[in-house]
Nanobody
Framework: QARLAESGGGLVQAGGSLRLSCAASGRSFGRGVMAWFRQAPGKEREFVATISWSGSNTYYSDRVKGRFTISRDNAKSTVYLQMSSLKTEDTAVYYC???????????????????WGQGTQVTVSS
Protein backbone atom coordinates (compact mmCIF):
# COMPACT_ATOMS: atom_id res chain seq x y z
CA GLN A 1 0.00 0.00 0.00
CA ALA A 2 1.32 3.41 -0.94
CA ARG A 3 2.37 5.61 1.94
CA LEU A 4 3.80 9.08 2.36
CA ALA A 5 5.52 9.97 5.61
CA GLU A 6 6.54 13.52 6.52
CA SER A 7 9.24 14.43 9.00
CA GLY A 8 11.31 17.42 10.04
CA GLY A 9 8.67 19.63 11.59
CA GLY A 10 9.18 21.39 14.89
CA LEU A 11 9.38 24.69 16.73
CA VAL A 12 11.54 27.45 15.28
CA GLN A 13 11.91 31.17 15.85
CA ALA A 14 10.83 33.67 13.23
CA GLY A 15 13.58 34.15 10.70
CA GLY A 16 14.83 30.61 11.16
CA SER A 17 14.88 27.62 8.85
CA LEU A 18 13.56 24.07 8.72
CA ARG A 19 13.73 21.28 6.17
CA LEU A 20 10.81 18.93 5.78
CA SER A 21 11.13 15.51 4.20
CA CYS A 22 8.51 13.26 2.69
CA ALA A 23 9.42 9.63 2.17
CA ALA A 24 7.32 7.56 -0.20
CA SER A 25 6.92 3.82 0.10
CA GLY A 26 4.71 1.07 -1.24
CA ARG A 27 4.79 2.30 -4.82
CA SER A 28 6.91 4.45 -7.05
CA PHE A 29 5.97 8.10 -7.36
CA GLY A 30 8.94 8.77 -9.58
CA ARG A 31 6.74 9.72 -12.53
CA GLY A 32 4.23 11.70 -10.52
CA VAL A 33 3.82 15.29 -9.42
CA MET A 34 4.54 15.82 -5.74
CA ALA A 35 3.46 18.74 -3.60
CA TRP A 36 3.38 20.32 -0.20
CA PHE A 37 0.25 21.77 1.30
CA ARG A 38 -0.38 23.26 4.73
CA GLN A 39 -3.29 23.84 7.04
CA ALA A 40 -3.41 26.31 9.90
CA PRO A 41 -5.99 25.98 12.70
CA GLY A 42 -9.41 27.10 11.55
CA LYS A 43 -8.30 27.54 7.96
CA GLU A 44 -8.59 25.53 4.78
CA ARG A 45 -5.72 23.48 3.49
CA GLU A 46 -3.66 25.62 1.13
CA PHE A 47 -1.15 24.97 -1.59
CA VAL A 48 2.53 25.62 -0.83
CA ALA A 49 4.66 24.16 -3.65
CA THR A 50 4.75 21.50 -6.34
CA ILE A 51 7.47 19.75 -8.29
CA SER A 52 7.41 17.77 -11.52
CA TRP A 53 8.52 14.16 -11.73
CA SER A 54 11.93 15.16 -13.10
CA GLY A 55 12.40 17.93 -10.57
CA SER A 56 13.07 20.46 -13.31
CA ASN A 57 9.77 22.31 -12.91
CA THR A 58 8.49 23.83 -9.71
CA TYR A 59 5.64 26.10 -8.72
CA TYR A 60 5.16 28.08 -5.51
CA SER A 61 2.47 29.92 -3.66
CA ASP A 62 3.07 33.66 -3.69
CA ARG A 63 3.14 33.51 0.09
CA VAL A 64 6.28 31.36 0.15
CA LYS A 65 8.00 32.21 -3.12
CA GLY A 66 11.59 33.21 -2.56
CA ARG A 67 11.66 31.70 0.93
CA PHE A 68 10.82 28.02 0.36
CA THR A 69 12.44 25.55 -2.02
CA ILE A 70 10.94 22.22 -3.07
CA SER A 71 13.16 19.44 -4.37
CA ARG A 72 13.06 15.69 -4.84
CA ASP A 73 15.40 12.74 -4.95
CA ASN A 74 13.66 10.00 -6.92
CA ALA A 75 16.41 7.50 -6.11
CA LYS A 76 15.45 7.90 -2.45
CA SER A 77 11.73 8.36 -3.17
CA THR A 78 11.87 11.53 -1.10
CA VAL A 79 10.60 15.07 -1.54
CA TYR A 80 11.96 17.97 0.48
CA LEU A 81 10.76 21.41 1.45
CA GLN A 82 13.51 23.77 2.57
CA MET A 83 11.93 26.63 4.46
CA SER A 84 13.88 29.80 5.23
CA SER A 85 13.05 33.22 6.65
CA LEU A 86 10.13 31.65 8.44
CA LYS A 87 7.30 33.84 9.64
CA THR A 88 4.73 33.26 12.36
CA GLU A 89 2.08 32.98 9.66
CA ASP A 90 3.88 29.90 8.32
CA THR A 91 2.70 28.01 11.41
CA ALA A 92 0.62 25.07 10.22
CA VAL A 93 0.50 21.34 9.74
CA TYR A 94 2.41 20.59 6.54
CA TYR A 95 1.25 17.76 4.31
CA CYS A 96 3.02 15.96 1.51
CA UNK A 97 0.85 14.82 -1.39
CA UNK A 98 1.22 12.91 -4.64
CA UNK A 99 -0.82 13.03 -7.83
CA UNK A 100 -0.53 9.62 -9.44
CA UNK A 101 -2.39 10.35 -12.67
CA UNK A 102 -0.12 10.83 -15.65
CA UNK A 103 -2.19 13.87 -16.65
CA UNK A 104 -1.31 15.79 -13.46
CA UNK A 105 0.87 18.87 -13.74
CA UNK A 106 2.50 21.20 -11.27
CA UNK A 107 -0.59 23.42 -11.69
CA UNK A 108 -3.11 20.70 -10.84
CA UNK A 109 -5.71 21.56 -8.19
CA UNK A 110 -5.78 19.94 -4.78
CA UNK A 111 -8.52 17.50 -5.86
CA UNK A 112 -6.04 15.79 -8.19
CA UNK A 113 -3.82 14.68 -5.30
CA UNK A 114 -4.79 11.15 -4.33
CA UNK A 115 -2.09 10.23 -1.84
CA TRP A 116 -1.47 12.15 1.36
CA GLY A 117 0.83 11.93 4.33
CA GLN A 118 -0.25 12.30 7.93
CA GLY A 119 1.25 15.78 8.28
CA THR A 120 4.00 17.33 10.36
CA GLN A 121 3.56 20.34 12.64
CA VAL A 122 5.60 23.48 12.01
CA THR A 123 5.37 26.18 14.65
CA VAL A 124 7.10 29.53 14.20
CA SER A 125 7.39 31.66 17.29
CA SER A 126 7.87 35.42 17.37
Amino acid sequence: QARLAESGGGLVQAGGSLRLSCAASGRSFGRGVMAWFRQAPGKEREFVATISWSGSNTYYSDRVKGRFTISRDNAKSTVYLQMSSLKTEDTAVYYCAAASQSSATIYSPIRDYDYWGQGTQVTVSS
